[in-house]
């Protein structure tokens, strides 16, 4: 990774490298289309994770997921060495929804009500839904942790904005209890207007993170996302993750170059 000097990451962000394109609110990673289909040899393929539709083959399926394989600023990445400076805190304001699943065939989502936002600095970001990846799409120092949960946001101007959270084996966790009891075991949905979910008792305490501008970590792997990934990770138990394994599968697309981009860590 590249190391760059602190002024020339602050001005930077004040030029405002973070900002996202109105796009990347159409992609299927927030609207959960499903992805990208592309002509191969003997058919179309649908994206996945392994085989012929797997990470390594993303950018080849179709014009439309070509930069799966040819962008300079893709997700996830591994955390090494960030620069540290004073950044502006993560506000949230979340409000408990009821429950309303997904099984996508890709990942466990849950979609979330109207009226919940991220606010960082001067921007407010709204909570559209989050989704879960075992084992964890970031690395840091080059190692993977157990899973990761991401909170996708969008900005009244379309900017979109993904609170990422990782978990390490340990203690049973409340939060994703509540959720796993309704989980679908194949695709489709399911929703409990009697269950409530309220994120606000699952992250963590500290809210210092590492910020950097990447991409969707699916097809079409658009760029242009701003990514806050908090450093102090939450627990779950083996029972948890085993049992998310076992109805999605591995569904971590690999490290991508950090290329020259600023990764900066808050202090």
Known sequence: MIRKTLAGATALVVAGIFSVSTAMAESSHVANKGGAHGAAKGGPVHWGYKGAGGPANWGKLSAATAICGSGHR???????????????????????????????????????????????????????????????????????????????????????????????????????????????????????????????????????????FGSLTTPPCSEGVNWFLLKTPVELSRAQLERFSGIVGPNNRPVQKVHERFVLRSK
């Open 74 to 212: 893709q997700s996830p990445i591994n955390v090494s060495g960030p620069t540290e400076m004073a950044l502006a805190p993560i506000r949230v304001s979340y409000k408990p929804t009821q429950l309303n699943l997904v099984n996508n065939g890709h990942t466990i989502q849950a979609n979330y009500a109207p009226g919940s936002h991220m606010r960082v600095g001067k921007r407010t970001y709204r909570l559209l839904q989050f989704h879960f990846h075992a084992p964890s799409e970031h690395q840091v120092d080059g190692r993977n942790y157990d899973a990761e949960v991401h909170f996708v946001h969008k900005s009244d101007d379309g900017k979109l904005a993904v609170l990422g959270v990782l978990f390490k084996v340990g203690a049973e966790n409340a939060f994703l209890k509540a959720i796993w009891s309704q989980m679908p075991s194949s695709k489709g949905t399911r929703s409990d207007p009697a269950v409530m979910l309220d994120p606000n008792a699952f992250l963590p305490a500290n809210r210092d993170y590492v910020r950097y």
